[in-house]
């Protein structure tokens, strides 16, 4: 045991708990210092002792020893009420806290709960308009194979319905258009076109009468010159066009290049 835990509970010479009664009752000398009775009378009539206090060596006689008439002695200790002061106030501080979370959590689940509302209908009218969109694309896809239809149908019966009235189909644009020819099949427009901004390139691009979106350009070899005439065979890989300088060529596509 080391002096603090015996400071105030036990006579510090006989490491004894002092008494009430008896020979080893409490008492103390004017220093303040306590002791069992006995046990500082036998010390004091030492030689050794000096007449001294034999905790700050004061000087005392037996005479000066006074009994204290109590049951026991308790002290409050100020650091430990300071401590439990601060902790106190912590735990009000915390306390508060905790409230204030509380009601943060009930305002973050409302509007969590509120935000969950406009998912959900953001949501079904997103599903709302992609159905939207689905209908238009069938609607526009229907049109297309409408025009298509009516292409083919026209195309097949073409030389019995020769009335004498034309009638416009469609139409469609075509830059740098010069000159045109159609195949056997009649489903097939061949164009020679010049593109100005392309530093003048010549080219025949193939455009299907039955979708007149889909278009295939087709190189011309890079020496030829403006086409003045153009006549397609029927299988569409050979071209006969006559071009600037006097010349006629024959121009064969194979694959994605093109041969003289
Ligand atoms: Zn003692
Ligand atoms: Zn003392």
């Known amino acids: ?37 006995s046990c500082i009378k036998k010390w ?26 109590a049951a026991r002695l308790c002290a409050v200790d100020d650091r430990l009420h300071k401590q439990v002061r601060a902790l106190k106030a912590k ?11 509380c009601n943060k959590e009930v305002r973050f689940l409302e509007r969590e709960a509120d935000l969950c509302r406009k998912l959900q209908m953001l949501t079904e009218e997103k599903k709302s308009l992609e159905r939207l969109l689905e209908d238009r694309q069938r609607e526009s896809q229907g049109s297309s ?5 009516r292409m083919i149908k026209d195309i ?15 139409e ?10 159609i195949d056997a099949s009649g489903q097939l427009i061949i164009v020679a076109r010049r593109l100005n901004g392309m530093g003048g390139m010549n080219l025949l ?5 039955v979708a007149p979106n889909e278009r295939e350009d087709i190189q011309l070899p890079e020496n030829t010159k403006a ?15 006559a071009s600037l300088g006097k010349k006629l060529s024959v121009v064969r596509k194979q694959h994605h290049c093109s041969y003289l």
Request: with cysteine.
């Open 1 to 37: 045991m080391n002096r603090g835990e015996i400071d105030g509970l036990f006579c510090p010479i006989c490491i004894e708990a002092w008494s009430t009664e008896g020979e080893h009752k409490m008492c103390c000398l004017p220093c303040g210092h306590i002791y069992g009775l």
């Open 205 to 209: 691009t193939k455009i299907s009468l």
């Open 44 to 69: 004091l009539r030492q030689r050794r002792s000096n007449g001294k206090c034999p905790q700050c060596n004061r000087r005392s006689t037996l005479k000066d020893i006074r009994v204290l008439y």
């Open 227 to 241: 086409v003045r005439a153009l006549c397609v065979k029927p299988d569409t890989r050979l071209a006969l066009l």
């Open 156 to 170: 097949g019966s073409g030389s019995q319905s020769c009335s004498g009235i034309f009638k416009q189909q469609g």
């Open 145 to 149: 194979q409408d025009y298509q239809r």
């Open 91 to 101: 735990c009000d501080s915390l306390e508060k806290k905790n409230t204030d979370y």
């Open 172 to 181: 469609f644009r075509v830059d740098g258009g010069r000159f045109f020819d």
